[in-house]
């Protein structure tokens, strides 16, 4: 059998056995909408369990609309305008409307993604911004939630009168779907509330792809009602990046509406688990920060003390914003809680959270990468076992694992959700 995986810009090819194959782990092919514009306009004029963009009155008003960054594929350039228009037609002033990119803890985006992100003439007109989750001066803090999670936040959003949230709803593997108000925590949240956020994440359920109720999205779903949302507007679309539909109205309601539909897109049934999976994490892939998704995908899909084949270039290297990582993933993860536990010289909670549940897959599979941006000496840091090419990695783990053994493919890892059935 001849198979290709994306491998950022381009593929890799190699050949199998078709008897070793056991699923090719594919979100499933849906129609999109033929006019999508059409589509978000009618979603904005019926929301769920939530008022029309008419009804928050916005003429007068201060609004702050948060929009996901480069590492997010949310055709947000296709869902702004129609949501600006509404405004406007409603009578809010251009002036009064901020657009903030709800960064998390990754790197600013760059005037040119802006542009290809969100489109040219939205960055020129209107006022968009990236949020600093390090700068308090920048953040307003409200209180705490469980687990004694502090809530700081974005202060252009919180202060804003009328609050509107985006996204596109897939896979996440802490917060078991993206979107929602996720685009919140840990979008436009301070740096300790998103660490403590991933150590939560870290400390109970360590792998939450495709759970909608997990505990992360409850603390999600927590800050979001302490912070204030007037109106979400989030996507689902095909593996093609077109939309199928849009979900619009109250922060909960609609996004678990929107689930459903996704969940028929990303969700896909598996008969068995493989010995080993080969996994390109496309499209989470400019680094390994957002690479690591497609461990939890393949996670799903491999038995335990099986092998991960990860295929994923990270030109931006390991992780940009959490050098740290490298350091935690040292330890293994009753080692990271007991840190954690201990409270003393945490540098950084989002990359000892993240350490967490990565160093949770490598606990329980034999992981390999494929990586130009990740060195030999970072993937010996990870403690994965690092190949040039893909042949050399399958006759490791066939070797490791038995000329015979089964193998389940996911070309799509960073946003595919297995179900065993």
Request: proline fraction near 5%.
């Amino acid at each position: 059998m001849h198979l290709e995986l994306p491998y950022g810009e381009r593929r890799i090819s190699f050949e199998l056995d078709d008897r070793r194959v056991k699923k090719i782990v594919n979100p499933s092919e849906i129609s999109p909408s033929l006019n999508p514009t059409l589509e978000i306009e009618n979603a904005l004029k019926n929301p769920i369990q939530g008022q029309r963009i008419n009804e928050l009155s916005p003429k007068g008003k201060t609004i702050a609309i948060a929009v996901d960054d480069v590492t997010r594929v949310t055709p947000t350039h296709i869902i702004l305008p129609p949501i600006l228009k509404s405004l406007e037609s409603a009578g809010a002033s251009r002036k009064d409307i901020k657009i903030i990119i709800a960064l998390g803890t990754h790197r600013e985006m760059t005037e040119q993604e802006m542009k290809d992100k969100y489109g040219p003439q939205i960055v020129e007109e209107y006022e968009v911004i990236n949020h600093a989750f390090d700068n308090e001066t920048e953040l307003e803090y409200i209180g705490k939630i469980a687990d004694n999670v502090p809530v700081w936040i974005n202060k252009d959003y919180i202060k804003a009168d009328i609050r509107i949230a985006t996204g596109n709803i897939i896979p996440h593997c802490n917060a078991g779907w993206g979107a929602g108000a996720k685009i919140l925590l840990p979008g436009l949240a301070g740096e300790e509330t998103v660490g403590r956020m991933h150590v939560h994440s870290g400390m109970t359920t360590p792998n939450g792809l495709g759970m909608e109720d997990n505990p992360t999205r409850q603390l999600i779903d927590e800050f979001a009602e302490k912070v204030g949302i007037h109106l979400l507007v989030n996507t689902s679309i095909t593996r093609n990046r077109e939309i199928v539909k849009v979900f619009c109205g109250h922060f909960i309601k609609a996004h678990r509406e929107g689930i459903k539909l996704s969940k028929k897109i990303y969700g896909v049934e598996i008969s068995l688990l493989s010995d080993f999976t080969i996994c390109s994490s496309y499209p989470a892939d400019i680094e390994f920060w957002q690479g690591q998704k497609g461990l939890f995908s393949a996670d799903l899909a491999t038995k335990e003390n099986g092998g991960i084949l990860l295929l994923s270039p990270c030109p931006e290297g390991v992780a940009v914003m959490h050098p740290k990582l490298l350091d935690y993933m040292q330890y293994s993860t009753e080692q990271l809680k007991q840190i954690y536990r201990d409270e003393k010289q945490i540098e950084d909670y989002v990359s000892l959270g993240m350490a967490m549940s990565i160093g949770y897959v490598r606990e329980r599979h034999k992981i390999c990468i494929i990586s130009k941006g990740v060195s030999q000496k970072d993937a010996d840091k990870l403690g994965f076992e690092k190949f040039q090419n893909i042949d050399e990695a399958l006759k490791f783990l066939s070797n490791r694992h038995g000329q015979d053994s089964e193998i389940n493919i996911l070309p799509m890892g960073g946003e595919t959700y297995p179900i065993l059935i």
